[in-house]
């Protein structure tokens, strides 16, 4: 049956391999894990080893988040949601925690994966970077909830929900202790000190001399030089690159219901002084020059029945609300009679264009029915490409953690895990069990 | 035992066994009075100054008088709440260290001349000799407070005196599941009073 599903897969694919179909796995006989997401807030590595935080010295002892807060995953998301302390600007409405189950499995040759959990919100998150003619121009419509735009109600709250799982080998220093919490820093997008632009750019590791960006991600605090681990006390490029050579970084991968799920893929990326995407290309990229805001593609008529969706066909699962370069697109005409409140989405997937190790993850399936979306997911234990993929073996027990964005939001605004062991066929926190 | 003179080189044994006769032979000279009187004080003076010899080793101050605790743990203790806080509660070496019931105090003590021996032979008397000891001295000491259901903890610490409701949440939680498991004070808080050595949490033997 498995290999029949491939097949039909493979033919779906436009030949790309695709050698594994995690929803073939009877996933009845698989054990289930329960594991309680919780909202964290601002709390943030150096609020973590701060004065605000009572356990400080045992985090910097190297003690593990749970030997002071098992199962006080509820008490703390319920408490930080509320606002107040680490939640300087909470979001009305939103749970402090979600309930996810997981289970595992492998073959000899993929790791598998299997989530569920529901969603705050009544329909799939399934709508992202959205592009909105106003009858002369083109412009963003609609943000995460965060944004000001939609705080102020001025525009929809309009941003994909994301599954993402973390995974390392032994090689950072304390995730398996301290999980994300090594990752997330003052300084980042949405925190209370966020950098963006000038010092970014001037900053020789992310600048215009080094990554080009303009704004601060997730990076890990051995990726710096002070107790702080600061955003901009970085080690040197020689440094940095040393580390991710003997593999300590950290595997991200994220399933991303606008961006990827139409196209069967989750992204693949890493974070190390930065969170960076695999090399080379992602199953999704823009489908808008952002200087003319011109849009590249459109709904291809002949397949959608329109060239453009509308305000009120958000939510209507029966319209797709991405654009497939090789499956509903054609390019974008100027001329096409473009009204008032037409809109298109901003982002292009494409499975046929995604490449090398950015596309390593190419089967996972996820659905979302009354309220309750189920991902399934293959991971092959060795990609080949061990400088930004943690390699797996069978016996073999690794660290993952997990994250889920719900209900429009992006960057902290999500609920998280504290990190389990993973053992491939041999006991852990979650066993992946052995295929026969 | 029978002793008997055998010349002039023998005198020293023959006055060891004169005095230990006359150890054993009655008194003649002095009265019972005198004798229980005399004894009575000769031993509150002997009793008393083996103790106050002992109470000497049991203060923090000969504790740090050699370099290696006042260097290592005593300086690792100045940076913790058990040495300054908002209370003024201070835990000295021995509050932690030696057990106050006499005869586990007495034990402990005697125990204690192995670290005499490792003085004299300078097993930590580097810092980086420190270091390589750190994990198997640590070890030592969370073993032997294991052992005793952390009893020095509990000179100062109870749960039975604990308001768990006023405690933080992970606190409270915590210590409820410590006693519903039967856990003891040490397996969770190693490390409040020193620097937690490299590799604490592996299993001993790695």
Not at chain 1, 132 to 143: L, N, Q
Not at chain 1, 155 to 180: H, N, T, W
Not at chain 1, 316 to 336: C, F, K, M, S, T
Request: aromatic share 10%.
């Amino acid at each position: 049956m498995r290999y029949l599903l491939v097949g039909i897969a493979l033919a779906a694919s436009g030949g790309q391999a695709l050698a594994a179909e995690p929803a073939s796995v009877d996933w009845g006989k698989i054990p289930q894990k329960p594991v309680t997401l919780f909202y964290p807030g601002e709390s943030t590595y150096d609020w973590i080893i701060g004065k605000g935080h009572r356990g400080a010295r045992s985090v910097l002892q190297g003690k593990s988040c749970v030997s002071c807060h098992e199962a006080d995953e509820k008490d703390i998301g319920e408490k930080v949601v509320k606002g107040g302390g680490v939640e300087p600007t909470p979001i009305a409405g939103k749970n402090g925690v979600i309930d996810l189950t997981v289970q595992a499995a492998h073959d000899a040759e993929y790791l598998y994966f299997r989530f569920q959990w529901k969603s705050n919100l009544n329909r799939e998150g399934r709508m992202h970077d959205y592009m909105r003619f106003d009858g002369k121009t083109w412009k963003w419509y609609g943000h995460d909830r965060n944004d000001k735009v939609v705080r102020s109600g001025a525009q929809p709250p309009l941003y994909e929900d994301r599954f993402s799982i973390m995974l390392d080998d032994g090689k950072v220093p304390m995730f398996a202790k301290q999980g994300c919490w090594l990752t997330c820093h003052n300084g980042m997008r949405d925190t209370r000190n966020q950098v963006v632009g000038d010092p970014v750019k001037k900053h020789p590791i992310f600048g215009e001399t080094g990554l080009k960006e303009s704004d601060i991600r997730k990076y890990l605090a051995s990726s710096r030089t002070d107790a702080a681990a600061s955003w901009d006390k970085t080690k040197s490029r020689a440094e940095i690159d040393k580390i991710r050579k003997e593999g300590g970084f950290l595997d991200l991968m994220q399933w991303r219901v606008a961006r990827s799920a139409a196209i069967r893929m989750a992204d693949d990326g890493y974070v190390l002084e930065y969170r960076r995407f695999d090399p080379g290309k992602n199953p999704f990229s823009w489908n808008v020059d952002r200087k003319t805001m011109t849009p590249l593609y459109m709904f291809d008529a002949a397949k959608v029945g329109r060239k453009a969706l509308k305000a009120e066909d958000i939510g209507n699962a029966a319209l797709p609300a991405a654009i497939i370069r090789e499956g509903n697109a054609v390019a974008y005409d100027a001329n096409a009679g473009w009204q008032e409140g037409d809109i298109l989405p901003g982002r292009l997937l494409s499975r046929v264009d995604a490449k090398g190790s950015a596309a390593d993850n190419n089967a996972v399936d996820g659905t979302w029915k009354d309220s309750t979306y189920t991902l399934v997911w293959a991971r092959k234990l060795d990609t080949g490409h061990p400088d930004d993929d943690k390699i797996m073996k069978v016996g073999g027990t690794y660290t993952v953690a997990f994250a889920v964005h719900d209900d429009n939001v992006t960057t902290r605004f999500h609920h998280v895990s504290f990190p389990f062991s993973l053992g491939i066929g041999v006991d852990a926190d979650i066993k992946a069990t052995t295929l026969k | 035992m029978t002793m008997q003179r055998t010349g002039d080189q023998a005198a020293p044994a023959g006055r060891v066994a004169r005095a230990w006769s006359a150890l054993w032979r009655p008194s003649v000279g002095f009265s019972l009075g005198t004798l229980l009187f005399v004894g009575f004080f000769a031993g509150i003076l002997f009793w008393g100054g083996f103790n106050w010899a002992m109470e000497i080793t049991n203060t923090e101050t000969f504790c740090i008088s050699c370099h290696e605790m006042r260097n290592n743990a005593y300086a690792e203790l100045k940076e913790t709440v058990h040495f300054t806080n908002r209370t003024g509660v201070r835990a000295t070496c021995p509050d932690c260290h030696v057990p106050r019931p006499w005869h586990y105090k007495v034990v402990r003590k005697i125990q204690a001349t192995n670290e005499l021996y490792h003085k004299v032979i300078g097993t930590i008397d580097a810092p980086e000799k420190y270091e390589s000891q750190r994990l198997a001295l640590a070890r030592s000491v969370w073993a032997s407070m294991k052992a005793t259901d952390s009893r020095e903890c509990r000179n100062c610490h109870t749960m039975e005196s604990m308001d768990r409701d006023k405690q933080v949440r992970p606190a409270k939680r915590m210590h409820q599941t410590a006693l519903e498991k039967g856990k003891t004070c040490i397996e969770c808080h190693q490390g409040v009073a020193h620097k937690l050595p490299k590799g604490w949490d592996e299993p001993a033997g790695k």
